[in-house]
Each structure stands twice: as structure tokens, then as C-alpha cells.
Nanobody, 117 residues
Framework: QVRLVESGGGLVQPGGSLRLSCAAS????????MNWYRQAPGKQRDLVAA???????NYADSVKGRFTISRDNAENTVDLQMNSLKPEDTAVYYC???????????WGQGTQVTVSS
């Protein structure tokens, strides 16, 4: 059974930083494409950052230069370092794993990030 468990969300002031982490189990983690998405109230779920199996990282334009995605294939974790946070970054952040061949997709339960003074 595949499990993705996010942690690290919370309340932070504008300009602050947070580090989200996603712990994966029940899958061959190293071959999966790993993504972070976010969904603000009343909006669609959007891709924030991606770190594919064997490929280059990719970021939404709105977070380029502020967010960094990384993965540890030995620990089965994928992190999202978020710096210079803005109120518009407020959302529920979801970890997503996609199999590179059969495209099976798995989601975590999400973690709330609130940027407010």
C-alpha cells in the first residue's frame, strides 16, 4: 500500500521560510516522479515543483528562485524548501508520486501553509 505523508506546514509571516517534507512508503521511490502541488481555497490544484526520476527539476513561475525541491532516494523523502514566502503562497500543499511508465498517481493528505502577519 502506497503512503505519502506530508509534514512541516504551519503559520509563517511574509518573508519567512518553511520546509515541507513528504515521507513515502510502499513504492519503489527512486523511480517515481515526485511533485509538490498546492490548492488555495476556491482554486484548482496547481503544480508547484517537480523532481522527476532522472530528470531536471521544474518550478511554477510564481515560485522560481524562492522554492527548492529535493529528494533523498535512500530515505524515501522529498522536500520543498520555501523561502521569501508571500501571502499568495497560502494553500494546502500536497505531495504526489507518479510512476514513470504506467502513470499511476498517488497523493498525500496535504499540509496547510498559511502566510500571514
Amino acid at each position: 500500500q502506497v503512503r505519502l505523508v506530508e509534514s512541516g506546514g504551519g503559520l509563517v509571516q511574509p518573508g519567512g521560510s518553511l520546509r515541507l517534507s513528504c515521507a513515502a512508503s510502499g513504492l519503489a521511490f527512486s523511480i517515481f516522479h515526485m511533485n509538490w502541488y498546492r490548492q488555495a481555497p476556491g482554486k484548482q490544484r496547481d503544480l508547484v515543483a517537480a523532481i522527476p526520476f532522472g530528470g531536471a527539476t521544474n518550478y511554477a513561475d510564481s515560485v522560481k528562485g524562492r522554492f527548492t525541491i529535493s529528494r533523498d532516494n535512500a530515505e524515501n523523502t522529498v522536500d520543498l524548501q520555501m523561502n521569501s514566502l508571500k501571502p499568495e503562497d497560502t494553500a494546502v500543499y500536497y505531495c504526489n508520486a507518479v510512476h514513470p511508465f504506467n502513470r499511476a498517481s498517488y497523493w498525500g493528505q496535504g499540509t496547510q501553509v498559511t502566510v500571514s502577519s
